[in-house]
């Protein structure tokens, strides 16, 4: 229970690109959805929060015009990472919350198994 | 604030048992997650404590001192499979998750 998916799993593209990345909570309704970034041995850094059909809660720091994430359904999150630069170039991981069946309380983030971007 | 601590790495032998600490300060508190990452994956949950006490699954189990600002996670008879990052994850007043920095776990033959 509570299995999130996530594609791709792995994206190459060139400098000036947008790349969009879906997330789906496939046996739960995902109240609320959360997009991370994690860079090699460093640790996970939440980007944005995104709750169904409002607009998302970006951390500061986070360029939201260049990190658009849209939360169109309750098992449904896309983050377009758009004009990207090599600099943007991590893993992506989302995570869901609002499930009661991977055996923690409601409010348990269960994760997406992560999305590599590489851009040259 | 909040304020999370867990050491940044351990070493351990198959078969043994090792206990990873968590320390945290908080204002507010809706509980604790313990979440284990193999390098290169996604985080997956491990445990939730709120009430102080042990908490126990399987090879795993995690304790909660509210008073003391204070958890661990205990694994037992180790495997080699549990070489991973594992991380603290406080849960604050609003229902935000604040990550601890990880611990790397190396498991040792």
């Known amino acids: 229970g509570a299995v999130v998916s996530q594609h791709p799993s792995r994206v190459i593209c060139k400098s000036g690109t947008s790349v969009k990345i879906e997330c789906r909570s496939l046996?739960?309704?995902?109240?609320?959805m959360f997009w991370y970034r994690q860079f090699p041995k460093q640790s996970l850094m939440l980007m944005a929060t995104s709750n169904e059909g409002s607009k998302a809660t970006y951390e500061q720091g986070v360029e939201k015009d260049k990190f658009l994430i849209n939360h169109a359904s309750l098992t449904l999150s896309t983050l377009t990472v758009t004009s990207a630069h090599p600099e943007d170039s991590s893993f992506y991981i989302c995570s869901a919350r609002g499930g009661l069946a991977g055996g923690g309380p409601q409010e348990t983030q269960y994760f997406g198994p992560g999305t590599r971007l590489l851009v040259l | 604030g909040q304020n999370i601590d867990q050491p940044t790495e351990m070493t351990a032998t198959e078969g043994a048992i090792v206990q990873i600490n968590c320390t945290y300060q908080t204002s507010g508190f809706n509980g604790l997650f313990w979440y284990q990452q193999h390098a290169g994956e996604a985080p997956t949950f491990l445990s939730y404590n709120v009430l102080d006490g042990l908490e126990e699954k399987g090879r795993f189990s995690s304790f909660l001192s509210r008073s003391k600002g204070y958890s661990y996670l205990l694994l037992k008879e180790l495997q080699m499979k549990d070489s991973a990052s594992y991380l603290c994850a406080l849960m604050d007043s609003n229902y935000q998750l604040i990550w601890g920095a990880g611990t790397k776990l190396i498991i040792k033959p």
């Open positions: 046996d739960f309704q995902a109240t609320t």
